[in-house]
């Protein structure tokens, strides 16, 4: 529980450790020793193992068969501030490749070897939307003047006034903002008045706070995450149409005659309109040409994956830091994830709709965003994957129907249907 309520807080570090990953590793390893003391299987998809696998193998044949020194040293590079005192420690491809590993396996692994329940399940989601609402919280108390808790942290002041919260980075703010949503919203529908009304002030600080980030894409995500939410909820889908869409037709309508001066400074701190927005759109362009560079450099299993972060496009990294066999282990791996998902939906409508919500915005946010491998992001898909478990085990476990039994309702006296 601690370390989901922690995991979002990337830019929190110990001697270059986030303790986040800390507290998930000692978990995973105490769960670990319990599941095979009782000797439990851990149910893990294969395609989901297979898919990490190939990044494995692309990371090693980039260890093996480097791109030339020449090369590297030619690449262009935007230096980000928030990594300059890490650069010594994580400039390695097989330690970044192993990061990214623990993201891919090691959350999954850590909730399937605590074989959670429904009612633990809906905790572990909270305690990890609330671990993105508190780093909303920071940013919005740094950004007011009353706390400078980010810059103490990262050790440098963004000179573009984006917010970073207790992430290494206005994007990775942003994002989690975004992928937080659905589990708000899950609280404002079905919980109870106490939680719908935290719900409703949660929603609130992480929409400022992902202002503050001043990301086009992870502010247009948290808008896509709601719009998900209501998409993949039957209870919701009917309501939203008849009285949602009219609705936000009107405000819209309003907003426009009557708060364009709001609307124009909204544009200007999401970076849609200003010389920010263009500066950032030139060293996008910049970032993507990198990388498709890169990509051709190593079509197969790409430079490394120490270079898996350097485009804003995650395909795109994909393909440079690990070539097509990245890109295909992570196709394999989101697919067995949606699959997952919809079998989960059988067992709690409510949580796997918002946590299928959620992964259908990561992975589109993987268009305009970087984030790849950080753990927090591969929380969802552990939830659905252990959620799917405990649906296939409780259908496993229910006894078979006899076709020659007859069950007599004893009310009625006659045979039941």
């Known amino acids: 529980m601690l370390s989901f309520f922690s995991i979002t807080w990337n830019g929190v570090r110990l001697i270059g450790i986030e303790p986040g990953q800390v507290l998930l590793a000692l978990a995973a390893a105490a769960l670990a020793l319990d599941a095979l003391r009782k000797r439990q299987t851990v149910g893990l998809p294969r395609a989901m193992i297979f898919g990490a696998l190939l990044m494995v193998l692309a990371g090693a044949l980039s260890t093996l068969l ?49 074989r959670p329940s429904i009612a633990e399940s809906r905790r572990l989601a909270g305690a990890w939307a609330l671990s993105a609402v508190v780093s909303a919280v920071v940013a919005v108390t740094d950004a007011s003047g009353h706390t400078s808790i980010s810059t103490q942290l990262l050790g440098y002041v963004d000179a573009s006034g984006r917010e970073s ?55 247009g995500g948290l808008v896509l995450a709601a719009v998900l939410f209501i998409l993949v909820t039957p209870r919701l ?4 149409l008849v009285f949602g869409v009219p609705m936000v037709l009107f405000l819209g309508c309003i907003a426009i005659l009557f708060l364009a001066s709001v ?68 196709v394999i791996y989101w697919t067995t994830v949606l699959r997952r998902g919809l079998v989960a939906r059988r067992l709690d409508p409510g949580l796997a709709s918002a946590l299928f919500a959620v992964v259908i915005t990561f992975l589109a946010l993987n268009f305009l965003e ?44 006659v045979p039941r249907p």
């Open 263 to 330: 609307l124009s400074t909204i544009a200007t701190d999401i970076r849609l309109s200003g010389n920010l927005g263009a500066a950032s759109d030139v060293g996008h362009v910049l970032l993507l040409q990198q990388a498709i560079a890169d990509w051709h450099q190593s079509p197969i299993f790409g430079i490394g994956f120490d270079y898996l972060t350097s485009a804003n496009e995650v395909h795109l990294e994909l393909l440079a830091g690990g070539g097509l066999m990245a890109l295909l282990g992570f």
């Open 165 to 219: 919260g207790l992430t290494a980075q206005p994007n990775h703010l942003s994002v989690s903002m975004a992928l937080a949503a659905p589990v708000l919203l899950l609280w404002i529908v079905q919980g109870r008045p106490r939680v719908k009304l935290f719900g409703v002030f949660a929603l609130g600080i992480i929409a400022y706070a992902s202002l503050l980030a001043g990301s086009r894409g992870g502010f």
């Open 66 to 114: 480097p791109v030339g020194a020449n090369y590297l040293a030619g690449r262009m590079v935007i230096i980000n501030p928030a990594l300059v005192g890490l650069v010594a420690v994580n400039s390695n491809n097989l330690i970044q490749l192993a990061k990214f590993e623990v993201a891919l396996l090691g959350v999954p692994l850590a909730v399937l070897f605590l």
């Open 237 to 240: 889908r009917l309501p939203a």
């Open 370 to 413: 970087s984030p790849v491998s950080d753990a927090y992001l591969y929380v969802p898909a552990a939830l659905l994957v252990s959620m799917a478990a405990l649906q296939r085990r409780g259908t496993a476990a229910a006894p078979r129907s006899d076709p020659q039994r007859v069950d007599v309702d004893p009310s009625l006296g």
